[in-house]
T-cell receptor, first 115, second 112 residues
């Protein structure tokens, strides 16, 4: 079946540091890939997405590139802010193989950014 | 404003007392689903629905029921809640298979 593996953290950084959260996946075919963010006490919000190989998703200074050859979708940001403190989830959604196009999530990575 | 609305946000109940968590979306999405979030386990799908009157089990359906009588609503029913159903629950909807899902704010359920 499909699976997503991401570094679990927690990750603690100082403001303006570089962020990488690794995400690799196992899936048949060519899934769509997503990063979701969950701020304290809130639901999940889509951060960025990529629907085919070599696509780069970007939003709010975050980027991730869909790498089919390494089955990866690592999240990066050049300079984090305190307001980026949250839990980040990598997820995939199959584009074929049945009617349940469910999201398969990684376990989440807690990021804390200190001033 | 596009949104998925869940109610209640917080609920404490006793073992065996039936409860319903409501979910409503205003985006005319066909696909809706329920997830539960537990520490160390991430989010796991409970049930999903492809459209009105079409529902099916996800990964962890035991102890839950759903219905989809209208396109906008997808309630989650716990007929006889047990303490192992204490969790954070999220409803989500999406328009198409490759589209990202919109999530509700979550319902924190405690069963004592």
């Amino acid at each position: 079946g499909n699976s997503v593996t991401q570094m679990e953290g927690p990750v603690t950084l100082s403001e303006e540091a570089f962020l990488t959260i690794n995400c690799t996946y196992t899936a048949t075919g060519y899934p769509s890939l997503f990063w979701y963010v969950q701020y304290p006490g809130e639901g999940l919000q889509l951060l960025l997405k990529a629907t085919k190989a070599d696509d780069k998703g970007s939003n709010k200074g975050f980027e991730a590139t869909y790498r089919k050859e390494t089955t990866s979708f690592h999240l990066e940001k050049g300079s984090v802010q305190v307001s980026d403190s949250a839990v980040y989830f990598c997820a995939l959604k199959p584009n074929s193989g049945g009617s349940n196009y469910k999201l398969t999530f990684g376990k989440g990575t807690l990021l804390t950014v200190n001033p | 404003e596009a949104q998925v609305t869940q109610n209640p946000r917080y609920l404490i109940t006793v073992t065996g007392k039936k409860l319903t968590v409501t979910c409503s979306q205003n985006m005319n999405h066909e696909y809706m689903s329920w997830y539960r979030q537990d520490p160390g386990l991430g989010l796991r799908q409970i049930y999903y629905s492809m459209n009105v009157e079409v529902t099916d089990k996800g990964d962890v359906p035991e102890g839950y029921k759903v219905s989809r009588k209208e396109k906008r609503n997808f309630p989650l029913i716990l007929e006889s809640p047990s303490p192992n159903q204490t969790s954070l629950y999220f409803c989500a909807s999406s328009a198409q298979r490759v589209e990202a899902a919109f999530f509700g704010q979550g319902t924190r359920l405690t069963v004592v």
